[in-house]
């Protein structure tokens, strides 16, 4: 963050709407991306997205500065998408697929990939990986909600582990906690070594 977003920042969260419309310019891509992963439906992660930034508006004095920004409206969206989830009544929807605008980040899941990646124009390989991204997804769909959220926070957010325990306002030992055998069931349930 340059010292002009965090003056920036700072203004909005004093309650300036102005500056606060510039940083929300500044997160609405990134945010709707991740949205877009948790519900697969372009209207609803922009709904989602819009949802997120007025939850933080209206919150703004709950943000603490102990995690960063984006940390923070990634929890919130989490929330919100949650909620919607609830409200809808719908099924759990695949939230792990950000490879459509993040086709780098689920790297460091362990079995997961690039997508986008070209395993060599062969078919069969290309259909294994396939499978292999709809198992990971449904694996990460079907984990309790606390992992669910630590997992996606860390991974596709890049958030550090401090920074999701402060998000979260839960201790950095139970994000660690739910970190370990989220990944450890995502294993299991997936057939990932």
């Known amino acids: 963050m340059t010292d002009k977003d965090d003056h920036l920042l700072r203004a909005a969260l004093g309650g300036d709407a102005e500056a606060f419309c510039g940083v929300a310019e500044r997160h609405e891509k990134w945010l709707f991306q991740r949205a877009y992963a948790m519900c697969r439906d372009h209207h609803l992660a922009e709904d989602l997205t819009q949802e997120t930034m007025l939850e933080a508006w209206k919150s703004r004095s709950r943000y603490n500065g ?3 920004f984006s940390t923070w409206l990634y929890s919130i969206l989490l929330h919100r998408h949650k ?3 609830r ?3 719908l099924v759990p929807l695949p939230e792990s697929d950000l490879r459509k605008g993040c086709a780098s980040e689920s790297k460091n899941i362990p079995g997961a990939s690039d997508t986008l990646s ?5 078919a069969p390989a290309i259909m294994k990986e396939k499978e292999r991204n709809e198992r990971l997804r449904a694996g990460i769909d079907r984990l309790p909600e606390p992992m669910r959220a630590v997992i996606l926070m860390h991974f596709f957010a890049h958030a550090p582990l401090a920074e999701i325990s402060e998000a979260l306002a839960v201790p950095l030992g139970t994000v660690k906690s739910r970190l370990h055998y ?3 069931k995502l294993r299991e349930k997936c057939d990932f070594p």
């Open 83 to 85: 909620k919607s989830r």
């Open 87 to 89: 409200k809808a009544r």
């Open 182 to 184: 989220g990944l450890e």
């Open 118 to 122: 070209d395993p060599g124009g062969d």
């Open 66 to 68: 102990r995690c960063r």
